[in-house]
């Protein structure tokens, strides 16, 4: 069992579609090239389940169903594209920030978008030019291979750029990573970099070596997406027990000697399928630094052979351990790697860092973390994010850091920086860390409406007004300096990854959320759902009762999703029902 380049056997028996277009696509080709070459405005079906792969998805804007062109017929759906670009660990320099910036104004919507997976977004890229964005991404050393698809995601990891070599030796791990995982399939490089007439390159290649087969994947990939994640300890700002695979460092005499093997983490979910549902990984097996790629190669190729080809909803690798055992798991991750692996090491997550604020880097240089709310980089009216973020690039050429938590950091500022770069941001109407509430610094939100094709209703445009509310009633609550998590997706896949947080708000129906309470800020605990259905108005209203509760009964410094939890479900409701009846 080491190499497959056929279609792998599936337990479930026939082929999805998605399964199907993959093994036609002759390794991710497809229909691209002429589909390019058309002039319509969207790809086919199958080609847009392709698209994926490369590191893109079709999308429609909601907001424009239904309306009227100037002669009077309806639009119809209006098609474009969502460009990812993957930025493994989240570490870039200040001239790929800018090209980005150029792009998201010259061909996207205007905006760009941080996710909280350390990627880029691009939003509103028409067909016609997606060929032109690829190239320049590629321009400047970036690439949107692997960003999408059924196969290893953008490999990420704790960014701080603290001088520290166990946190330099990770961010090198997710490196690797990243590129070990790449497709190698010539296709992306025939599509998006070679020149359609000339058959010249246009732009760099910063991809893996190119082959005509799949020697890892074989012609249908992974039968669904797959996370990596890796953390030390002491930060899990990358939720490292919510991927597919994460990695946890050991450290002994200031070297990562060894990581911990967490597998079979995921979110997402379907509330009217009872077989699906959100899982944190299991501690799976010790692996000394030097075991490191084999053990995931094996963990890859377990879920590639025996992972659901045959329906999508449970074809992620948390249900493959979760109905096989972890012992089974691992020893059958054993029996592809060739060797027994050891127990994990009693160490875990302990602690959590948003990286925001001013920070001595431990060279005799500062970084400065930016809170971006929900990720859009943009301007308006009040506050002119994305002209204020040219400037601080032209005037101090920071190196660039995202964070999991959908913002960025200025990195290798100089100790006299400081006054110059503030005055940047507050002219253009940008709050300090210190004018920004605590919950409003912990939330986080998908896209959700008027772009993303799964969601049910809206998300990252709602999620400011919650906060709004949820600051006043904080603040009136004696209650502002509490730290705690809120969450909000469009729908129960779970993007933004509400499962584990103190308080995560998922998408039920256009209007409507489901609550879920009890996870905490350290990403190691799932939350149980409190109420189902809540209409957006009465979020707020809702928590303000809870978080009076918890003010009252609180357990010493217990924070709010430690005290949920203690309490249960049961508890919470009856409370709020006497509170009710009063």
Request: proline fraction near 5%; aromatic fraction near 8%.
């Amino acid at each position: 069992m080491t190499d497959r380049t056929d279609t792998p056997p599936n337990p479930e028996g026939e082929l999805s579609g998605v399964e199907q277009a993959k093994l036609a696509s002759n390794y991710l080709r497809g229909n691209l090239a002429e589909e390019l070459a058309n002039a319509d405005d969207q790809f086919s079906k199958d080609a847009s389940l392709i698209l994926k792969h490369h590191g893109m998805y079709q999308q429609d804007d909601r907001d424009l169903r239904g309306m009227r062109g100037p002669d009077g017929k309806k639009l119809g759906k209006v098609y474009s594209l969502m460009v990812r670009t993957k930025v493994p660990a989240g570490i870039l320099s200040s001239a790929q920030l800018l090209a980005e910036l150029d792009l998201c104004d010259e061909l996207g919507n205007g905006t760009l978008r941080l996710t909280n997976r350390q990627d880029f977004q691009l939003h509103g890229v028409l067909k016609r030019d997606v060929r032109d964005v690829i190239r320049r991404i590629h321009e400047v050393h970036l690439t949107t291979l692997g960003a999408c698809g059924d196969i290893p995601r953008n490999v990420m990891c704790c960014p701080s750029p603290v001088q520290s070599e166990p946190l330099r030796q990770m961010q090198e791990m997710a490196l690797h990573l990243s590129t070990h995982f790449l497709p190698r399939s010539r296709s992306y490089r025939e599509v998006w970099l070679i020149d359609p007439d000339t058959g010249e390159r246009q732009a760099c290649d910063t991809g893996a070596p190119a082959a005509e087969i799949e020697p890892l994947f074989g012609k249908t990939y992974l039968p669904r997406k797959f996370k990596i994640g890796i953390a030390p300890p002491h930060d899990n700002c990358v939720d490292v027990y919510t991927h597919d695979l994460g990695l946890l460092a050991i450290c002994e005499q200031d070297q990562v000697v060894g990581y911990n093997f967490l597998v079979g983490g995921g979110f997402g979910m379907t509330p009217s399928n009872k077989k699906t549902f959100p899982a944190l990984g299991q501690r799976m097996a010790f692996v000394p630094v030097d075991e490191v790629v084999g053990v995931a190669e094996a963990v890859v190729k377990v879920q590639r052979d025996h992972g659901n080809r045959g329906d999508r909803h449970l074809a992620r690798m948390k249900y493959l351990v979760a109905g096989w055992g972890l012992a089974k798991f691992k020893a059958t991750v054993e029996q592809y790697y060739g060797r027994p692996l050891g127990d994990p090491h009693p160490a875990d997550v302990y602690g959590f860092d948003d990286h925001l604020g001013w920070h001595d880097q431990g060279d005799g240089r500062y970084f400065y973390g930016l809170n971006v709310e929900n990720g859009r980089i943009r301007d308006h009216e009040e506050m002119r994010l994305k002209t204020a973020l040219r400037e601080v690039c032209r005037i101090f050429r920071p190196g660039i850091r995202l964070t999991p938590c959908q913002s960025l950091l200025f990195t290798d500022l100089a100790p006299d920086a400081r006054g110059e770069l503030e005055e940047v941001l507050r002219r253009h109407g940008i709050k300090l860390l210190d004018e920004i509430s605590q919950a409003r610094r912990w939330s986080m939100a998908c896209v959700g409406l008027p772009t993303c094709p799964l969601t049910i209703t809206e998300s990252e445009r709602a999620l400011p007004a919650v906060i709004d509310q949820l600051e006043r009633e904080v603040a009136r609550l004696g209650l502002s300096s509490e730290r705690f998590t809120v969450r909000m997706t469009g729908c129960p896949n779970g993007c933004a990854r509400p499962y584990n947080a103190d308080v995560g708000l998922s998408g039920r129906a256009l209007g409507k959320y489901s609550i879920y309470l009890g996870g905490r800020r350290l990403g190691d605990r799932l939350a149980f759902l409190y109420r189902d259905l809540v209409p957006l108005e009465e979020i707020v209203p809702t928590l303000t009762v809870l978080l009076a509760y918890f003010k009252q009964a609180r357990d010493g410094v217990e924070t709010f999703g430690d005290f949920c939890f203690r309490k249960g479900a049961d508890d919470l409701a009856q409370w709020c029902a006497q509170v009710a009846g009063t």
